[in-house]
Structures are given as C-alpha cells and as structure tokens.
C-alpha cells in the first residue's frame, strides 16, 4: 500500500512539472524598422504576444502607439507625426511582455527624415531698372531644390535647380518693354518626398516714364541720353500764393505769362491763351522757381544751398543743377565749360536739334529781363529785328548757385543786389534748324524764365 502511494506522488510530481508557464515571447510580422518621412507615416503592425505586453516609446521622434498595452495578439498602430525641424529624428519602440517568471521585449527602431527647410540672402529686390540687371542671391537648403519665376517680369535663373547646401543663383531680369512697372517673384522649393519648403524673393522692376502728374496737369517725360528723366514740357504751376502777371512793372510778381511775336511782328507781348500756356509754360522768377518767394534770398549761403532743390517741381523731381545741364547738352559759357562726352553736344555747342530729334521739345520760349533787385520795371528777352517772326532767344532756370554782385561794389555789408543760377541759355537765332544752341549760361535771379524739371537720382 506504501508503495502503492510513492508511485501516485511521483505521477503528480511528474504532471506538475509538465504543466510549467512557458517562458513569455512577443514578435511581429514584417521589418524591425519604420523610416518615416517628415509628413510623418503610420504603420499597422500584427503583435504576436502570449501574456501581457506593454509599448515604450524613447527618442526625439513624436510617435504614439495605440494600443499601448495589452493581452496577447493584437493589431497595432504606430503613428509618427510630422517633423517640423529641419533636423532628421531617431526613436524606438519596445514591446515588453512578461509571464512565466520571463520578460520578452521586441523593438522598432524609427528614423524620420528632416522638414524641408530653405532661405535665400534677399527677400525682395526693387526698383530694379527698366533696362533690367543681374542679381546675385545665396540660396541654402537642407534638400535638393528647384526654382521657378512667376508674374510680369521676364527672368532667367541660373541654376534653375540644385543640391543641398548653399548655393549662388544668378537672377537676370531682362528689359520691362511695357508701360507699366513690372512685379514677379522668383520661388525656391525644396523638395523632401511628401512635404516641401518655399522661399521666395519679390521683384519690383519699374517701367519707362512717360507722363508725370503735377498740379493737375499731365506733363509728358523722357529719359534722355545722358540717363536722366526730363520733363519735355515747361511747367505751368501756380504756386501756392501766386497769380501770373502780364505786367512788366510787376517786378516782385514771382510768376508771369508766356511771351510771343505780337501780331506786328514789332515786338514780344504777354499771352494769356491757354494754348501758347501749354506750349510754353508759365516764367518763373528764380527764386520762386526754387521753392522760396522773391526776396528770401538774402546772402549767399543761402543761394549755394539750392544747388538741387526740387523748388516747384513734383516730388521726386527737382530744378536742374549746372552738373545735369553740361551733362546733357555738353557747354556752359561765362566761362567756358565743355563736356565732349554729352550726348547733345555737337562739337562746338549744345544742339537744339539734337535734343529735338530725341523728343526734348526745347526752343526759344523767351524770358522777362529784370536785371537786378534795384529794378523797377523788366523788359521782354527773345525778339529780335533780324528774326521777328519768332521768339529767338531765352533762359530756362536751374539751380546751381554762379556769382553775386551787392549794391555796394565787393562790400557783402551793404546787401545783395542780384544772385546768379546756372541754366539754359537756348538760341534760334540761326537760319538753319541745326545751328540751333542751347547752352548753360548764368542768368540774374530776378529774370523771369521757363522751368523744366529733372528727376531726382
């Protein structure tokens, strides 16, 4: 019977160790590893587990993992979210089950790649010149990039694509042919697979003038040869304050009427007809010419820092310095001044024909001669006998300072008695249209003259 017990306790033995826990293992189906772009990516992998199993997540890499946790086989999604740096990022899961006095753990290793990221060194360019330039920008980006224009100008890109890195791109914006400013903008994308990154540079390139609105009136401009915008029409403003005169004894006027051949063809008159206006401009004392009213000018410090004023001219524009004047038209006299290079010059004078040709408009228009401040009555400047169907010479102003007398002679104390500005001098006094000149000449700033206006650099 003792026997018969001994060999039950060993079966139970035996059974007992046969019915042992086994050891705890967890496993998927598929890689080991998730390589997410920056999008981010989602992954559903089947876990294999036979007890309870957890996930932890570790790393710079945003993951979340549903289910987290759980009992036995299951599906589960791994979700990487996008990454919104530039640099690329590396994390892990590990699933851990434990049972039967084990623990199990598989891990996914997860790379993700880096956002799109790219900047250029200019973020816009403006007042790009109608005759279009080139431009130099530095472009860096973390992927390989591609770039492409859009909008009203016209532009090559070279290179239109690159690699990561910093790269110079050359922008070459051609000639805006139109009549109206040109705007564009050159985009650069870096491309990372399923998301990208832009960077762009605006371009503002500006148009031909034309036409230029001043005091209601639309006076037509020209870019010259010498590079600058003029005026090809004289001003006819009002300023503020002023009435024009047709009074030659109006020697304070500051403003007066156009002159022409009276019907004799004896002698200039005023005109008040709004065509010979629009033809020829109101004349302008000097001083009211530069922004100031008659009298203001009290010494010569005064005088010498007008050289440039904008004075009645529209903003951005201002009344011609002795520098712009021989640069066009190439000679000033009193004393003589030659610049060879000017556009207009033609050997021996500024030619008014040259000018014409290229749509300058200039001519005789005439002036009022107020000689000095002690004056009380002007006289009419163009008409001459030997061309009396026609205004034959003239003054245009400027504004750079060339010489004052005083009432005293050499004596400053005993006050100013007339100023002197560079301007222009142009004569018709020639039978052939070709001797025309037009030359820089020094004129008393009482003299009532035409202003023509040149735009500010």
């Known amino acids: 019977m003792k026997k018969l017990f001994f060999y039950a306790a060993v079966v139970a033995m035996a059974l007992s160790a046969c019915a042992k826990d086994p050891e705890a293992a967890v496993n998927f189906d598929g890689d080991d590893t998730i390589e997410a772009p920056a999008a981010g990516t989602s992954v559903t992998i089947k876990l294999k587990a036979n007890y309870a199993w957890t996930a932890v997540i570790d790393g710079t890499v945003k993951v979340t993992v549903d289910p987290s946790q759980g009992n036995g086989d299951a599906d589960v999604a791994i979700t990487v979210a996008a990454n919104e740096t530039d640099k690329p990022l590396e994390g892990k899961v590990t699933f851990s089950a434990t049972g039967g006095g084990t623990t199990a753990s598989k891990v996914i290793n997860i790379t993700q790649a880096a956002a799109p990221a790219i900047s250029v060194d200019k973020d816009s360019i403006e007042e790009i010149p109608v005759a279009g330039e080139e431009y130099k920008v530095s472009v860096t980006s973390n992927y390989a990039w591609t770039a492409a224009s859009t909008g009203t100008t016209s532009v090559i890109i070279n290179p239109e694509s690159g690699d990561a890195g910093t790269t110079e791109v050359t922008i070459t914006v051609a000639e805006n042919k139109g009549k109206e400013p040109a705007t564009g903008k050159v985009v650069f994308t870096a491309n990372g697979g399923d998301s ?10 500006l148009a031909e003038l034309t036409e230029v609105e001043w005091g209601g009136v639309t006076y037509p401009v020209k870019k010259m040869k010498d590079g600058n915008y003029w005026f090809t029409e004289n001003l006819r403003y009002i300023p503020e304050g002023f009435t024009p005169s047709n009074n030659l004894t109006a020697v ?3 403003v007066f009427y156009p002159i022409v051949v009276n019907a004799g063809q004896t002698a200039a008159e005023f005109s008040t007809d709004e065509n010979v206006i629009k033809a020829k401009g109101y004349l302008y004392q000097a001083e009211v010419a530069l922004g100031l009213k008659v009298g203001d000018i009290q010494t010569v410090a005064q005088a010498q820092a007008l050289e440039g004023a904008r004075g009645i001219c529209p903003e951005g524009w201002h009344v011609p310095t002795i520098n712009e004047i021989v640069g066009l038209v190439g000679k000033a006299v009193s004393p003589i001044t030659t610049n060879t290079e000017a556009p207009y010059y033609n050997g021996s004078n500024g030619s008014v024909s040259m000018l014409n040709a290229d749509g300058f408009n200039m001519d005789a228009f005439g002036a009022i001669s107020i000689v000095d401040n002690t004056r009380t009555s002007g006289t009419f400047m163009g008409w001459a006998s030997g061309f009396k169907t026609k205004i034959s010479s003239g003054m245009i102003h400027g504004s750079s300072y060339a010489g004052v007398t005083y009432k005293t002679a050499n004596d400053e104390s005993s006050g100013i008695k007339n100023v002197q500005f560079w301007g222009f001098m142009p004569m018709t006094n ?18 009532a003259a035409p202003v023509r206006c040149v735009k500010d650099h």
């Open 196 to 205: 990208s990154a832009t960077a762009e540079v605006a371009l503002a390139q």
């Open 252 to 254: 304070t006027a500051g």
């Open 430 to 447: 020639k039978k052939a249209e070709a001797d025309y000149t037009c030359n820089g000449n020094k004129d008393s700033y009482r003299i």
